[in-house]
């Protein structure tokens, strides 16, 4: 059996990344499966433990990190964040493709780990949107807010080390463009 092939799907907070991933996954016929990261941060009110994050104490993370549990890791914010080798490995061996929703840093770790891995970038039309999305969330002080202006700057820089770029400014040709991305790369 051919092994499933790996996405990785990066883009600044409020490029709409979790959107645009859940819509791919709603009406997708191929098998693919969304890798649940693990994380130190709290929960968001609307998140659940297992489907958004798999949020973990610190000392669990570190044990987990120490042992080679993870693919790729970071810490972000203050928090740690991962990518389970269980999430994905077992999937692509089973055929089955992966999508990893991971930062710029993270997206780094994997390809030098999966040098097959096929990679997305995901922006906003403008930076007034960014702001306006993280601001709508209601999720985050000021302070916070600030910080992750300041990571997108960052990240934006760093696209061109991506396979693709998707403009996330109409959602529907977004989805359109990924999902064209993804079976593109199926058939290979």
Same mark, same amino acid.
């Given at each position: 059996? #051919?092994? %499933?092939?790996?996405? &990785? /799907?990066?883009g600044?907070?409020g490029?709409?990344?979790?959107t645009?991933i ?18 130190? =941060?709290?929960?968001?009110? +609307?998140? @659940?433990d !297992? =489907?958004h ?6 000392e669990?993370f570190l @044990?987990?990190?120490?042992?080679? *549990?993870?693919?790729?890791? #970071?810490?972000?914010? !203050?928090?740690?964040? %991962?990518?389970?080798r /269980?999430? /994905?490995?077992s999937?692509?061996n089973?055929?089955v493709?992966?999508?990893?929703d991971?930062?710029?840093q993270?997206?780094?770790?994997v ?6 891995? /096929?990679? @997305? ?5 403008s ?7 993280l601001?709508k969330?209601?999720?985050?002080d000021? *302070?916070?807010?600030a910080? =992750?202006? *300041?990571? *997108?700057?960052?990240e934006l820089?760093r696209? %061109?080390?991506?396979h +693709? ?9 977004a989805?359109?463009q990924?999902? #064209? &991305? ?7």
């Amino acid at each position: 059996m #051919a092994k %499933g092939p790996l996405f &990785i /799907v990066s883009g600044p907070a409020g490029s709409g990344k979790s959107t645009l991933i859940d819509l791919l996954l709603r009406d997708q016929a191929l098998p693919l499966h969304l890798s649940v990261s693990a994380t130190t =941060r709290s929960p968001r009110p +609307y998140e @659940v433990d !297992g =489907r958004h994050y798999h949020f973990w104490t610190k000392e669990r993370f570190l @044990v987990e990190r120490d042992a080679g *549990a993870f693919l790729e890791w #970071a810490e972000v914010h !203050g928090h740690y964040y %991962g990518t389970l080798r /269980v999430e /994905v490995d077992s999937h692509r061996n089973a055929g089955v493709g992966v999508i990893l929703d991971i930062d710029v840093q993270g997206a780094e770790q994997v390809r030098q780990k999966c040098p097959d891995c /096929v990679t @997305v970038f995901l922006r906003a039309p403008s930076w007034e949107v960014y702001e306006e999305r993280l601001r709508k969330r209601h999720t985050e002080d000021e *302070a916070a807010i600030a910080r =992750r202006l *300041a990571t *997108a700057r960052a990240e934006l820089a760093r696209s %061109g080390e991506y396979h +693709y770029q998707i403009m996330n400014d109409n959602l529907g040709e977004a989805v359109r463009q990924l999902n #064209a &991305i993804v079976q593109c790369h199926f058939s290979r």
